[in-house]
């Protein structure tokens, strides 16, 4: 019997090491990672550079706590502000705690309105974590379920319906956020309409509301730009959420603001024991760093242009393919019907991916990947979804 928590519904493999792209079983069975751990090791795993620097801090200092100064937390706040033209950061340890920092922040604003029975504007079919709050605002029932009451204060309307979140702001003065995925992934990795961010941050700006994007799986170069976002440039958030790929498996995550925004937030309003520590900051100084020498966010834009490329010419007429969709190395393929097993199938042949919504396979390859690791994703792909749907 196992002592764990009975959670997960885990696939009967024990991945023990890997390099790049790669992953090897505890029975020394290679296998193409087309996930990154749910997009986390975008820099592929046991990259020698995060590795030298985690093992180097480790050596010097882990842990301070915030009772002082960490020169790591600060350069990484530096380097964050950098990629993501936003003003200030707070450090956390994962996705869901920086989405509590958005919330937290969206109640401070209120407070600041005078708004005293404050709402959030959150979409269909998003995904925001698993803490209380999180999973208030997210638009999964199943991870809701049974964990009542919820979080109060959210209005929910349809994904990438301009129309809706207007009626939304009309309807509901006490809205004063809005909190969206740019590429939903949870979701089915759906990217927002054109135009859908920029048309939201307006209401948001004419109703006194932040406009909060969540990019802890689109954002580090995953969508070809280092956040989703700017592929607008039109689109200017008051606050974004990054974690995943920020620390390549290193537990972080940070919550960006604009200064003023920020500012509603004065020492012993919000904090953390492990958030922003010396070991945590330095590896994700290295991952931006690396990135940054290898130009990733425009390989992650030229790679996922070929995969997508080649999975729209090879399934876009195929009977059960719904629509192959995504963004940069962020890519879905949804099917006809829900397919589960094919998460198994893919293992079965050296490839591991992920089958999100039932029906949607899910691509988040590491971003490191080269031409004919793509392909060799691709052709598998293409075989599993031939072999379950036979012509
Ligand atoms: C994964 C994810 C989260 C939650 O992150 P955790 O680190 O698992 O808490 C929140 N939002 C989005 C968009 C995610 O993809």
């Not at 019997?1 to 079983?25: K, Q």
């Not at 990154?36 to 550079?49: D, E, Q, T, W, Y």
């Not at 269909?124 to 999180?134: D, E, N």
């Not at 607008?232 to 919550?255: E, F, H, M, Q, S």
Request: charged share 20%.
């Amino acid at each position: 019997m196992s002592h764990l928590f009975n959670t997960y519904a885990r696939m009967p493999v024990s991945l023990v090491r890997g390099e790049g792209a790669w992953l090897y079983d505890d029975q020394g069975r290679r296998y193409l990672d087309a996930l990154s751990g749910i997009a986390v090791c975008s820099l592929g795993h046991a990259h020698p550079r995060i590795a030298e620097a985690i093992a180097d801090q480790a050596r010097t200092l882990i842990h301070t706590a915030n009772i002082v100064h960490i020169p790591q937390q600060e350069a990484l706040a530096d380097a964050l502000a950098e990629i993501s033209g936003m003003d200030r950061a707070f450090i956390a340890n994962s996705g869901a705690e920086v989405v509590e920092c958005a919330l937290k922040l969206a109640r401070r604003h209120a407070t600041e309105r005078g708004v005293d029975q404050p709402a959030v504007l959150v979409a269909s079919h998003s995904f925001h974590g698993r803490t209380l709050a999180a999973l208030s605002a997210s638009g999964n029932a199943a991870i809701q379920a049974g964990f009542g009451p919820l979080v109060g204060g959210f209005i929910r309307v349809p994904f990438g319906d301009l129309d809706a979140a207007r009626q939304a702001f009309e309807d509901h003065p006490e809205l004063v956020a809005a909190l969206v995925e740019p590429v939903q992934g949870e979701g089915g990795v759906r990217p927002a309409p054109e135009g859908y961010l920029a048309g939201l941050g307006k209401l948001c700006k004419e109703h006194d509301a932040l406009l909060m994007l969540d990019e802890i799986q689109s954002g580090m170069a995953r969508t070809g730009r280092w956040f989703a976002f700017q592929h607008d440039p039109d689109v200017r958030p008051d606050v974004v959420t990054v974690a995943k790929a920020l620390g390549n498996g290193v537990p972080i995550g940070a919550c960006l603001a604009r200064e003023e925004v920020a500012a509603l937030l004065a020492p012993g309003a919000h904090g953390t024991t492990f958030g922003g520590n010396p070991l945590a900051c330095r590896a994700a100084l290295e991952v931006i760093s690396v990135m940054r020498e290898l130009d990733l966010p425009a390989r992650a834009a030229a790679r996922g242009e070929q995969l997508m490329k080649r999975l729209h010419d090879a399934l876009n007429s195929h009977p059960n393919v719904v629509e192959v969709r995504g963004q940069g190395l962020m890519v879905g393929v949804e099917l006809s019907e829900n397919v589960p097993e094919l998460k198994d199938r893919a293992m079965e042949r050296g490839l591991i991916i992920n089958v999100t919504q039932g029906n949607t396979i899910r691509l988040l390859p590491p971003l490191i990947v080269d031409e004919a690791q793509v392909d060799q994703i691709a052709d598998t792909v293409i075989e599993l979804i031939r072999e379950r749907f036979p012509a």
